[in-house]
């Protein structure tokens, strides 16, 4: 069975496309999502399972997780962990990223199967890092002009901090623990052709033209995807074509056909078949119930 998949968040179809709150956290179910996830631990204690690796979560912990990975947080009793959580658009993490090339490789993966998705700030970058998202929520929550660019400028520095903190991590850190090890000979990293396909999959991408992009076996690549998310490649880029039909659907009056030609499907048939699927709707009742529920102020 597959994880619960989430694919919407506030403020995704937003100029800016960034949402962020601060909560409780006891337990959150086995899922992924195809946005990104920056988590911050300002206190409590718990442990975090990501692609079948493990780590504890402790004031200190901060989290960046890609797109797709499988991911589940568990507190210990009596000790629920307060987080920062910002779930933003991949397109905004590789903008912030895209002048600083060894920010990028840290954060984005430059083809090494680094599984560490955490890092564990100790003071003074912890204290310094909490008055940072303090200020980014609170930047958030008000109405002032010019709010995505202040909103930026937080996020740049909490990644910049992630990755510095990563740099200096242990190759293996101890709150670190792999659930299966039983193949350490393959180091390839899925993550450069991940990216890849966020910035092309309105294009023809195939898995052949992307074995060919990234010198891979095409059943080797599909192998990759697999393991790493439990589905096939097709249903991958499915999976982001439909979230861009979605866009569209709720932003521009395109037609049916014209949204199908817009997000990658090759016809109109297509994209009914695979967004119903997907969303257990068509195009057109998600388009209606979506609109529904905003006259309804939901």
Not at 15 to 29: G, V
Not at 201 to 227: A, D
Not at 248 to 257: E, F, Q, R
């Amino acid at each position: 069975m597959y994880p619960e998949y989430f694919f919407e968040y506030p403020n995704m179809n937003a100029n800016f496309p960034f949402y962020m709150k601060r909560k409780l956290q006891w337990k959150t179910p086995v899922h992924r999502h195809d946005f990104v996830e920056l988590t911050l631990v300002v206190s409590g204690k718990g442990e975090e399972h990501i692609n079948g690796a493990s780590h504890q979560m402790l004031p200190g912990t901060m989290v960046l997780l890609l797109p797709y990975q499988v991911h589940e947080i568990i507190a210990e009793p009596n000790s629920p962990l307060d987080l920062f959580i910002c779930n933003f658009a991949m397109d905004v993490l590789t903008e912030l990223c895209d002048k600083e090339i060894g920010l990028r490789d840290l954060l984005l993966g430059n083809g090494t199967d680094d599984r560490r998705a955490f890092v564990q700030l100790e003071n003074p970058a912890f204290g310094e890092m909490q008055p940072c998202f303090n200020s980014m929520l609170e930047e958030y929550e008000s109405p002032k002009p010019f709010k995505p660019v202040m909103l930026k400028a937080h996020l740049q520095r909490a990644l910049t901090q992630y990755a510095r903190s990563k740099r200096t991590a242990s190759p293996e850190p101890s709150g670190m623990r792999t659930a299966n090890s039983k193949s350490p000979g393959n180091t390839r990293s899925i993550w450069p052709v991940v990216n890849y396909i966020h910035e092309h999959y309105l294009e023809p991408v195939t898995l052949r033209s992307l074995s060919q992009q990234f010198s891979l076996h095409p059943s080797s690549l599909s192998e990759m995807f697999v393991r790493q998310y439990g589905i096939h490649f097709t249903d991958f880029l499915h999976e982001l074509r439909v979230r861009h039909a979605c866009s569209l659907l709720l932003a521009t009056d395109l037609s049916i056909a014209g949204i199908a030609e817009e997000s990658g499907f090759g016809s109109y048939s297509s994209l009914v078949r695979v967004f119903h699927k997907t969303k257990g709707l068509s195009p057109r009742e998600y388009q209606l119930a979506r609109h529904s529920n905003r006259e309804d102020g939901t």
